[in-house]
């Protein structure tokens, strides 16, 4: 499994998200609290917007804990929207192609968790992406098909919408192959405004999940930490654990929903799998309600 | 493009093929004389034989030149059949998974050339490969698919209908798309017993390839050469380009032909693209000839 | 800090050392139970002895655990005698030139442990190893100064001596910069035909390092297990903490002493550091008796 | 041997400077013009400088041309004052460790060309190093050392008469080991605010150095070219090789002189490699005026 953070507000250099917290990303790539693996050293991905047309990932497959090149970016580049990401492999080859956030136009992605018997369904789904898409599919993971999935069931239009088809594709295919839990996930993407994140697993027992507590409340809970102040109203980390432990500052995501941070009023929703239309019915035509 | 060799015959140390000729694999990375590139520095692979069931496979993302790793191994391992690659990448990533020799349980296989326009056949080629296969695939490579193809077509009972099948495959699916010349290749193959090699290309000009001259010829003809009397009688190399200057000793393989490095009598023979029998009729049914 | 094997004995495939045992290094790499560190993933390297003039050594920057190469080569190399080292870098780069075993002639060395402030001490160490072997200090860690040290001090002529002279350097140097443990240290080095073993630190409390028990011994003890009888009698293996559970299988290497692993009887004897002649005396000639 | 180029002026994306020229960096890591290697391809670095305290450095160990996050980096990353650096390894470990530019506290410093005979005099060299900063060397170049020394030598009071002893120990180091031409370079250097480059050899045959025409003269003689009227006026690169052919750019800088860009005039004058004051007189007092 993997663990990451999605970072939206006001610009602020990368280290500060990945290097300075109590419980770091860089911490957990060496131990992690709530994750289904300990160690999360088989590579890592930044990916951060900019005033460019499209964000910018870096990935390397040496452990976040030594690679020194990230430590210099993140001290030199800063960022109001920025994803990050530590791999612990489940089986597919330490490799960039393999790293998170996968990025497309000017979508990233990445993903905590697994598609069950991957290599069971996985030619399955590839042949579910739109061909169009296809060949842009440049490594060999779960994540990364999860992603041009739900880019081929419309993730450009309704991300919610989008990632309900893609888990519902998912969740069709592992059962028709016997596989009784499919899949297992929580997910960030991005269009560069607004940040959608994703706790779902076919058990109901998902991957742990956690977004910041409103600033302003934090700031009259705590009036003297400067680290609060220092923030802009509208910053929010979405993370799969707590960076530290100050009381009132982390919830958890519920169980099968969804969140939304962007400008204005953030937003929770529950998460519902259903069946792309084109595999719902045997007329070709869409037979289950949006 | 890339460069490679293959090896059988006594059992030598692999530094003896790729360090020591004049012209030899680790020169070429650098400097190619023949090769559609002068630079092979994007990654390399050996493959080797031995008494294990499987074949061994290193590959490297480094240039050959300046692998440490793979001068230690090559100074320490000896085999009687080796498949050594470097690789001048034509755009997939440099990644391990994308390095030659590829491996399937007995079986090696490495190439030269390319698929013209493999972004848009790609998806029409690896649906064509054995869905019990597909899953195998796991680097981005035209190289491994032209591998899955050819084991979906019967690699392993006939090597060079299986390959002709590939091609045949390969050239009716470019040509569907356009494509002039949809394919360039050199290819070697083994099942650790004999080597297939396959010089061929849609356009008719393919890549360079050679083969060593037998060493009984050579040894008559140059009766003071140690290195020819060290070697066995059987001992054939088929390399991209000749590794020196030995004057007799590199016959060309002709156009649209193959060669058998085997005990007993080598072979070489005429390569004729054929469409393979599912794809050939509206039917379903073959009904091309074998 | 590190993990590390030594064996000795009949010709194994390295997989059965690193891969295979229970609480294999491979394992360690990602949870060690006795290391300073629970995770050693910055880097590994194998070196092993054959019938080449120098032995072979391997050496990766990745974590062992995710190793294709690795494992592939453990497949298919067999040695009588095979170092195996896992890195948890203590402040040096990780970098091919900083993994262990290293090598001089057909000399290996590999290190567990550290010199304590060696930012402070490193130029004072490196400027008393022999002017003739400076330039050979490929990387930037203390143990291989170590290595380098003891070859200065008569690695090659008497290895015992020649570490405790090593050591008592580092102890006086360490102590003249206000160091109050100066080093911590568990060793193996080997010529090819003996494998010398040591346990010492500063403060009297190293590094935990146990030797495997008899081959016979064990056999009379598990007359029914089938391990212990593909073993040759003379196989032995030295490590940094047991690689299973097998009661009466491992034995502690003392505080403060050495052993020897060879042909005919082993040896174990205390470990004393003691300054190199040079040092020892206000005059420039030995004072200090051998 | 390697290739560099150096840029101060007004902020440019760094892919503006690597990628975009006709022959930018990126073409002479494969096929370089004037360079003493043809291939670079031994790793590659980038340094710049921004708002932060000390600048940024990005090394890499494979080829520039597949460096995917080199890539990426440029795209997203600008900056008024770029050091970029492409190597051909003359012997020493390819490694993060060894790539160009070296940082030490503001400082940036990029090599081409060599210490002849380095092992030889390499720990002469080493010795003379401030023992204050000598475990600050990480790597195993002649180029890490010649920075050393030149810090030791006052670089960061007067950067010519530091390099000018550091030329002047090295040459004397040299030729008292028999060298006939201990030196070869081409040097940039910076703190943040000017730029200082350097051309030299023993034997007066210098790499190539280049640096560009004023930009203002440019416009005259280039009225309608675009480019010319995007950079600020001060902009101002130094380059190992012409990065395209544009009539007039391009002035050698002369063999035995140094440079300085900064704001306001930029300066051009000799370069006369002098011994050092303490190893030049018998009395361990400076006897050369400075």
């Excluded at 998200?17 to 590579?43: C, F, R, W």
């Excluded at 069950?116 to 599919?137: E, G, N, Q, S, W």
Aim: glycine share 8%; hydrophobic share 35%; with cysteine.
């Amino acid at each position: 499994m993997c663990r990451w953070l999605a970072y939206s507000g006001s610009p602020v250099r990368i280290e500060e998200l990945l290097y300075k917290p109590q419980n770091s990303l860089i911490v957990q790539s060496l131990h992690s609290h709530l994750g289904a693996e300990t160690t999360n050293g088989d590579g890592f991905g930044v990916g951060w917007y900019d005033d460019q047309a499209t964000p910018a990932v870096f990935h390397g497959i040496e452990p976040a804990w030594n690679a020194r090149n990230l430590q210099e970016l993140s001290g030199h580049v800063s960022s109001p929207l920025v994803f990050a990401h530590i791999r612990a492999s489940t089986g597919s080859a330490v490799q960039q192609t393999n790293c998170h956030p996968f990025r497309y136009g000017t979508w990233l992605w990445m993903h905590n968790g697994l598609i069950r018997d991957f290599m069971t369904v996985k030619r399955d789904l590839a042949l579910a992406v739109d061909p169009a898409l296809y060949h842009r599919i440049e490594g060999s993971t779960d994540s990364e098909i999860m992603f041009y999935l739900a880019l081929t069931f419309g993730l450009e239009d309704d991300p919610p919408r989008a990632v309900e088809r893609m888990v519902g594709l998912v969740e069709a295919t592992g059962r028709r192959h016997g596989v009784e839990y499919p899949i297992q996930m929580t997910i960030a993407t991005s269009d560069g405004r607004s940040v959608w994140a994703f706790r779902y697993s076919s058990e109901g027992r998902s991957r742990s999940l956690f977004y910041s507590t409103d600033v302003l409340t934090l700031r009259t809970q705590y009036p003297d930490n400067p680290v609060l102040h220092a923030l802009s109203d509208e910053a929010r980390l979405v993370v799969s654990e707590p960076l530290g432990d100050l009381e009132g500052a982390w919830q958890e995501v519920p169980e099968a929903s969804y969140g939304v941070v962007r400008d204005g009023d953030d937003e929770l929703g529950p998460f519902t799998p259903r069946l792309p239309e084109a595999m719902a019915g045997g007329n070709g035509v869409a037979t289950v309600r949006q």
